[in-house]
């Protein structure tokens, strides 16, 4: 489990606890800010679209593969929705989308090395949401409920955070021009300010 924030540590250690499994904590700040957030920043800052939850995942996972390696592990088990095939004949290990297509996170673990992949098994691969739910409902046990928050790349806030990150002489400010009949309507502050295809524009005067 990635938590990206102390507010979602205690949740997932009482989780842990509930199961029976031992519960253990590694800080990746220092990987996740190399791997993640400067890939967003430098994304953000030149007006261009990315998707950090691929980097995301296999920071994750390659965090997991060294802890597993001290613990003496020799697979890595997660609840992801997907599926992982191996050739027999190349002995390689390919991904393949899950049972349940509505929920289907094969997408998430596009950037795993063979080396994590072929450590890699996923329990949930042949079963839907809705049955791992009701299985978890039967057991009493809590579960961590996903969000419906706009995704990172799409979020206003998120101006703020790269702002903070970059020297503001590498900030693209400029026009905002109505291309439909070359209006213009005004300055922009920076396209950092700004997601790919987004709808709702300020201008510097509000």
Known sequence: EGIY????????????????????????????????????VAARAGGRSFSPKVNATSLIFEVLAKKASVLGAQYIATGHYSKIVKNQASQTSHIFVSHD???????????LKEEI??????????????????????????????????????????????ADRMP????????????????FLGEHSGIHEFSLGSKSIKNNSG
């Open 5 to 40: 924030n102390l507010e979602g540590f205690d949740p997932v250690k009482e989780l842990a606890d509930s199961l029976g499994i031992t519960f253990y904590a590694v800080d990746a700040s220092i990987e996740y800010k190399d791997r993640v957030t400067d890939y967003v």
């Open 101 to 111: 297509l509505d929920h289907d996170q094969s997408y998430l673990l596009s950037g």
């Open 168 to 183: 503001p002489k590498m900030f693209k400010t400029g026009h905002i021009i109505d291309y439909r009949n070359d209006a």
């Open 117 to 162: 992949l072929s450590m890699v098994r996923l329990p949930l691969s042949d079963m839907r949401k809705a049955e791992v739910q009701k299985i978890g409902n039967g057991l009493k046990l809590s579960f961590l409920e996903e969000s419906n928050i706009r995704p990172l790349m799409e979020r206003r806030s998120l101006g703020h955070f790269v």
